[in-house]
């Protein structure tokens, strides 16, 4: 890393550039990532969104420097994401709650805040402060099992956030849930980013999900895993879920279906 | 011999019958096994015999080829509660002797069992240098090796209790080793990824993540470790010449031809090691409760 990347980077908060990456499989050479560019800036709530295969969540991980890129280069705060990761610069939430079953909800907002070497009163201010803004004060003392689907991902939610990350990272973190649920949880995160200010990177394969939270989509398409269309998306804050239903709404939408559909091949 | 580790109560007459049948199957197979030398007597004797004589002389029979329950009991009451703890003829005693080096044979091989699995989850040229020695390990009949181990120890002053234990020892160690590599993985990739993205130690996952996710695996191989170090304590009293322990007295047992003794201490064995697998299924139990978070999870042995 030399000083003349440091100071372009000041805003943005990731640089692709040139990404490739290959899995290399029993059946041959996986092109996970293809010439991958891709630049976010601080604050920005940017979406990726593409179908099944399309590199998304591999795209994620290598930000996350779970992943390394086979070329390319990848700048996460202005380091590489294997630093960034070691300065502990985002937070993660993963596609399924991964909690531990044997942590009350507590411990479970802990455990980071634990490893991190924060104070015990530190500690339990955060968790405390966190599970409030997820609203899930009052089951703290309450373990995995004994939550609903939805209510686990806020706590792993309230996890990645009770260390303060200005880099947040959501890879399909309400895929598995129900539309009702979904779509609490999607103005519970609006509300969220609007009041954090933080940079938020979100993987789904929702088109409304998408177009609803992101200030910024970019659609990705399969074999190989590759950015097709990247569309600004300028909804106003105050937008609720009703928002849906608007024609600006849904020629975003729009825009995102033909990108996907023209990335896609029917073939396969 | 079959074990009820009974929880639920309809288990309680599936478990009885079976007893029954045994018992019965038993007293069945000592009139066949005795019967021929009852009869050689009677023929010898000129003496007239029915069927319900011949039954009742099989199943009363001293020095029986197979000793009826109700004879093993009888032994069992005189050389357990009839005799004093402290004599060499009291079954407690010996089974004293054969449980303390039962328990540090276990107490060991579960030690190095767990260490080698450490070991060979963190460094990976010992995943692929030990595992092939572990495995050649398993491979040497422990009967062969016992008397090797006693000899040597003899020779160099040392008897009793170690050496026993060290034969235990090398029983134990190979299923909790395997069982723990398997539980130290165990855990989901997305919790190991979870750990990465904190920058957390490999001692702060261990003990955080793969320690906890492998108690399951743990006790499932200290259930089946504790049995084999029993049998390891047996094995390792033989070749002392029948000086104490259940393995002495199942060996002067059969010097003597006193079948009733035999078949007493294998009971007492039996008995000794359901109750050791047993009291590692209570503690699972508890344990694994714990784990999950207080959940109700159906643990069978």
């Avoid at chain 1, 079953?101 to 405390?128: C, F, H």
């Avoid at chain 2, 260490?115 to 572990?134: F, H, N, Q, R």
């Avoid at chain 2, 181990?149 to 170690?162: D, H, T, W």
């Avoid at chain 2, 393995?247 to 003794?261: E, P, V």
Wanted: net charge positive.
């Amino acid at each position: 890393m030399n000083l003349a990347s440091t100071s372009t980077a000041t805003n943005n908060v990731v640089e692709v550039k040139e990404v490739c990456l290959d899995f290399h499989t029993k059946d041959g050479v996986v092109k996970a990532l293809s010439n991958v560019d891709l630049s976010i800036n601080a604050g920005e709530f940017v979406s990726f969104i593409g179908p099944s295969g399309c590199g998304k969540t591999t795209l994620m991980r290598v930000l996350a420097d779970l992943e390394k890129p086979t070329s390319g280069s990848v700048l996460v705060n202005g380091m590489s994401p294997t630093e960034a990761r070691k300065q502990r610069a985002y937070g993660y939430v993963f596609q399924a709650p991964a909690l531990l079953p044997w942590r009350t909800v507590q411990d479970n907002v802990l455990l980071p805040l634990e490893i991190m070497g924060y104070s015990k009163d530190q500690r339990q201010k955060l968790a405390q402060e966190y599970l409030q803004l997820v609203s899930l004060s009052g089951f703290e003392a309450k373990y995995p099992w004994q939550l609903s689907g939805g209510m686990q991902q806020r706590v792993s939610i309230a996890r990645a956030l009770s260390v303060e990350p200005q880099l947040l990272f959501m890879d399909e973190p309400f895929g598995a849930l129900d539309e009702i649920t979904r779509d609490h949880l999607n103005d519970q995160l609006l509300r969220l980013w609007q009041q954090t200010k933080k940079t938020v990177v979100f993987v789904t394969h929702s088109i409304p999900e998408a177009v609803f939270l992101s200030s910024r989509i970019v659609v990705m398409s399969p074999r190989p895993g590759r950015i097709i269309d990247v569309i600004d998306c300028n909804l106003p804050a105050d937008r609720t879920l009703d928002i849906r239903e608007s024609p600006e709404f849904l020629a975003i939408a729009q825009r995102v279906r033909a990108g996907l559909a023209a990335g896609h091949n029917y073939d396969d | 011999m079959t074990t009820s580790i009974g929880r639920k109560p309809s288990a309680t007459i599936p478990v009885l019958t079976v007893v029954l049948a045994i018992i019965m199957i038993w007293y069945a197979g000592a009139i066949n096994l005795n019967s021929p030398q009852i009869i050689d007597r009677y023929e010898k004797k000129g003496v007239d015999w029915s069927f319900t004589q011949l039954a009742t002389d099989s199943w009363n029979m001293k020095r029986a080829v197979l000793p009826s329950p109700h004879q093993i009991l009888a032994e069992l009451k005189t050389t357990i509660i009839d005799k004093n703890v402290t004599s060499k003829r009291s079954l407690v005693f010996h089974a004293g002797i054969t449980l303390s080096s039962t328990l540090l044979g276990f107490v060991l091989g579960a030690g190095l069992g767990i260490s080698l699995a450490v070991g060979i989850v963190y460094v990976e040229t010992l995943d692929k240098s030990l595992m092939p020695w572990i495995i050649t390990s398993q491979t040497i009949p422990i009967l062969a090796l016992a008397p090797m181990v006693i000899v040597v120890f003899g020779a160099m002053g040392i008897s009793g209790l170690l050496p026993k234990a060290l034969i235990s020892m090398y029983l134990c160690f190979f299923p909790v080793a395997v069982g723990t590599v398997k539980g130290l993985r165990s855990p989901q990739p997305m919790l190991v990824d979870l750990l990465n993205t904190y920058s957390a130690s490999k001692w702060q996952v261990f003990w955080r993540l793969r320690l906890p996710s492998a108690v399951p695996f743990l006790f499932a191989s200290l259930k089946v470790a504790i049995a084999l170090s029993l049998v390891g304590a047996i094995v390792a009293e033989l070749p002392t010449g029948g000086q104490a322990g259940l393995g002495a007295r199942l060996l002067s047992g059969s010097y003597y031809g006193q079948t009733n003794l035999i078949w007493a201490s294998l009971i007492v064995a039996a008995v000794m090691s359901a109750s050791l697998v047993s009291i590692l299924g209570i503690i699972e139990r508890k344990v694994c409760y714990r784990l999950a978070g207080g959940q109700e999870i159906s643990n069978e042995l």
